[in-house]
């Protein structure tokens, strides 16, 4: 575990950076390259902590993967759907995004792996996805039936099913795509809500055929010959994200990221910002990638409270503590509707946030569905803070430290690596002393 103590000055932003490429699309990206026939080149890789798992672990299921670290890039040498077999477990650590695409890359398969986790994954449910891959066809094995460690053995005759959401999670959604690709029958998706689209995208981009509509996602079967493709990686979004909200609320900045995603369902953010009252420039943007991107020029504002509706609320999920702290800076309330989908899924980063930001002064009002934030709170350090291993929170707090002149210590800063290994170097070559 490490500490990190933060400066006793307030801080603008100038200048320019890039952040590092999208781990949600890097993730798919290693899983649809791996399962496909031949060769995927994808560019701007960034070999953060959690993707070096994903690698790993595809690797144990016969994927070739070179990863050129200077240059950003990975080569992988797909398995054409014929996934090695493992006498030892295949473990996930405590990375989320791949537990879903594991499982739906796993139920086609008729050999038998058990995957294990870190200590928060082996306490999270699963149920949801066992239940609906069981109704494919998919055999499971565990002590709770809950949650990891499990057993899996799939099947080469899976079956479609149509499933009406429930709670809206892109990486439920993923799990049943990477399934259904390999069904015998189609596979139909009735949307609660519109969640992010990076699985099928990019699995119609390796040659799925993905019928998306706003109600209504099928998977066609017949479909499986997936092939590998040459793409590059926008910069992550919520990466930018930090530097968005602390160039907005630092007096003074003015910030150019480069080439950062603007997939729709990714810039929540940036939505709400404009609805408190930002103008944030976007030049240079590009649609010709499968994923599009766009130069973002941030300059600092002031800001107003807002309204976020639940229908916004699937394409905020990871930058809810960002928007938390930007609320508080704002004039006005902030209302934050529906969150009980992201209560669900994301419960621990919801509480560790409200307490994290009370030891600066910041309160919250907190229920199953509504978070309600009153504007103008000063930053007021009663305490040091922790990340709780979170690395969307760790780097909210670093956000924050720049807003005050009272310095604090945030613990367990490495959680940052896990998708961002750079973020303080990079965050100190845009500060200026005020």
Known sequence: ???????????????????????????????????????????????????????????????????????????????GHKLKES????????????????????????????????????????????????????KYQSKTDQS?????????NLKGITYHQDISSAQIKSSLVLAGIYAKSDTTIIRKLPTRNHTELLANYFGANIDVNPDIIVIKHGYSDLTGQDLTIPGDFSSAAAYIVGGLLSHGSKLILPMVGLNSTRIGLLNVAKQMGANIF?????????????????????????????????????EIPLIALMASQASGETIIEGIHDVHLQLSDRIRNMRVELAKLGIIMDVNDDTIIIKGNQRIIVKDDVDSHNDHRIAMMLCIASILTTSPFKIKNIEAIDISYPGFIADLNKVLVTK
Do not use: C, W
């Open 1 to 79: 575990m490490f500490d990190y103590n933060t400066q006793p000055s307030k801080f603008k932003f100038q200048g320019e950076i890039m952040v590092p490429g999208d781990k949600s699309i890097a993730h798919r990206a290693i899983t649809f390259g791996a399962l496909a026939s031949g060769v995927t080149q994808i560019s701007n890789f960034t070999y953060a902590d959690d993707l070096a798992v994903t690698a790993k672990v595809f690797k144990q299921l016969g994927a070739r993967i070179h990863t050129e670290i200077s240059n950003k890039d990975m080569i992988i040498k797909g398995v």
């Open 87 to 138: 006498d030892k477990p295949l473990n996930i650590e405590n990375v989320g995004t791949l537990e879903s695409l594991l499982f739906g890359v796993l139920a086609s398969s008729t050999n038998s792996y058990q995957v294990v986790g870190g200590d928060y994954l082996s306490n999270r449910p699963v149920d949801r996805q066992i239940n609906l891959l069981s109704r494919m066809g998919v």
């Open 148 to 156: 990891l460690p499990i057993s899996i053995t799939g099947s080469d």
């Open 282 to 318: 976007i030049d240079n943007k590009s649609t010709k990638n499968i994923e599009p991107f766009g130069d973002l020029i941030v300059k600092s504002q002031k800001l107003h409270g807002t309204t976020i509706t639940a229908k916004q609320v699937p394409f905020i999920i990871d």
